[in-house]
């Protein structure tokens, strides 16, 4: 075989035609939207849409050049992308694996730029100050949003928080970044940009408003108030299952098409977003390729983070523990499964909302297909990563709810109990060690030791789970849980158990 070809702009006309590429002219391309966070999901989802859009579009007029996008990192955790990307002209591989087998690849082309702030911020300010830019963009995980657990404000504990403060022109939070470029554009007379979520978050929109306008007055009370009248933050629901990279795809794109890519995506066929068509300085026609505007996105980000993501914990949790690695694995146990379905029909489904034109029985179906692809293998580890950022937004709520109303509470009791014993352990029901990444991990752990002494310990962790430990209720049901994983940590004896009895009284 010839040395494959490394992927960059050059090459392009020269990568086998089987494997689709950009075929608009990517040099006339200006950068519209700055993108923060810049991993697996950005470049399967809005960078994904936006190539499709230049694609459909043909760049027939400049308004259709103005779109491309500048990735930002801003932390040293992000120079391996900034480093490939820019090695590759920003241009990457999406391999989209289908359930049976099928796989489609494409080379997206529509990120142009990479910035790096913390070598150098002026950079990434000015670029979102620059009259170009109409839309900053962000995934910066359910953990980026400095929200204070207690008050649910800005978190001014933090010491970047801090030291943004007092270094306007020198920021390391995101929020420190966006009020410096949106006091530039304010001082310079340009329209506010538009900053858009794209985290897995309740009301991402508001949030980020709530937590840029939070930073921002401590900094300057009336820049906070311009931005706050003339910031337009659009709540969406986003959703495309995107696991992590593995080598094995980067030997895929070898031996199929002799093509090096050093860091491509996967995901899978499935792919949404739906957004509120609330936009400060204008935004790319995304309705022509399928993204959903709606006045009021709600129901569907309830639908999705209650469904989708606390699935997604459900398994993750239980099946580390268990002793599983992937999510397929998962949905292959018929217990699994079953426990999944039940907690979706019994706890996550009576306390949601309708969504309009949505089947909900046709949506837990097709969320169980997705999980169940054997070509995804979507990771426990990456689903378990940053569960304390995670559960308060997919878990929690539905167990207050039902609470409130009287609906059943053991499956999410269980999956707390096992998470508790995950947190003590590290490890799987036979002592394997597990791959735990979590901002909180040393407190998880002081907290679940100390059950030992202090049972409610674990669920006394207030920014996690509030005052759910001063519930008679669920208290009694989660020590039942606990009870049952020191007499054993197989979770599937538990989990049969749940099922048996679900539908009756908790
Ligand atoms: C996952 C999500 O992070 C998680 O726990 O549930 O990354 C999920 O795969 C995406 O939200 C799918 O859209």
């Known amino acids: ?147 204070d657990a207690e008050t649910g404000e800005f978190d001014t504990s933090n010491p970047d928080a801090r030291h943004d403060v007092d270094h306007p022109s020198q920021p390391k939070l995101v929020f420190g970044y966006l009020t410096a470029a949106l006091r530039k554009r304010r001082d310079g007379g340009l329209p506010a940009f538009t900053v858009q979520s794209c985290d897995n978050i309740q009301h991402n929109g508001d949030l980020t408003r709530k937590m840029l306008v939070g930073f921002a007055r401590l900094q300057d009370p009336e820049l906070a108030a311009w931005i706050d009248s003339e910031v337009r933050f659009p ?24 093509v090096d890519d050093q860091w491509p995506v996967v995901c899978e066929p499935f792919c949404q977003w739906v957004i509120e068509d609330h936009f400060s300085a204008g935004r790319p026609d995304w309705q022509n390729v399928d993204v959903q505007f709606c006045s009021n996105v709600t129901p569907y980000e309830e639908m999705k983070l209650r469904l989708l993501n606390a699935g997604h914990s459900v398994l993750g949790i239980l099946g580390s523990v268990y002793g599983y690695q992937t999510i397929n694995e998962c949905i292959h146990d018929d217990l699994f499964r079953d426990f999944l379905r039940q907690f979706f029909d019994v706890e996550a489904t009576p306390v949601l909302d309708a969504v309009e034109g949505i089947d909900l029985d046709q949506y837990k179906a097709t969320l169980i297909e997705r999980f169940g692809n054997p070509n995804i293998r979507d990771n426990l580890a990456r689903i378990c990563l940053e569960s304390s950022s995670k559960l308060p937004v997919f878990l929690i709520p539905t167990i207050y709810e039902n609470l409130a109303k009287g609906g059943s509470i053991r499956h999410a009791a269980l999956v707390i109990a096992a998470w508790c014993y995950y947190s003590e352990k590290h490890a799987d029901r036979h002592g394997q060690p597990l791959d735990v990444t979590d901002g909180l991990k040393e407190s998880l752990h002081e907290a679940a030791k100390a059950t030992r002494d202090d049972r409610l310990s674990f669920l006394r962790i207030q920014q996690l789970f509030g005052d759910l430990a001063d519930n008679e209720r669920f208290a009694q049901t989660y020590l039942e849980m606990l009870d049952r994983m020191d007499r054993t940590p197989d979770v599937s004896e538990h989990m049969r158990a749940v099922l048996g009895d679900a539908g009756g009284a908790s």
């Open 1 to 147: 075989m010839n040395t494959p070809l490394a992927l960059n702009q050059a090459n392009l006309s020269r990568l086998p035609d089987r494997l689709s590429r950009p075929t608009y002219d990517r040099g006339r391309l200006t950068t519209g939207i700055v993108h923060v966070g810049v991993g697996g999901f950005h470049r399967s989802h809005e960078a994904f849409y936006t190539d499709q859009l230049l694609e459909s579009n043909g760049l027939e007029s400049d308004a259709a050049a103005q779109w491309g996008i500048c990735g930002v990192g801003l932390r040293q955790s992000d120079r391996k992308m900034a480093t490939i990307l820019k090695q590759q002209d920003y241009l990457y591989t999406l391999i989209v694996k289908h359930p049976d087998g099928k796989i489609e690849t494409r080379v997206i082309g529509s990120i142009v730029d990479f910035l790096m702030g913390c070598d150098d911020p002026a950079s990434v300010i000015d670029r979102m100050a620059d009259p170009a830019t109409k839309i900053v963009s962000l995934s910066i995980t359910e953990g980026g949003y400095n929200v």
């Open 235 to 258: 709540n969406a629901m986003v959703d495309r299952i995107t696991p992590v990279t593995t080598d094995a795809d980067i030997e895929f794109l070898r031996t199929e098409f002799n």
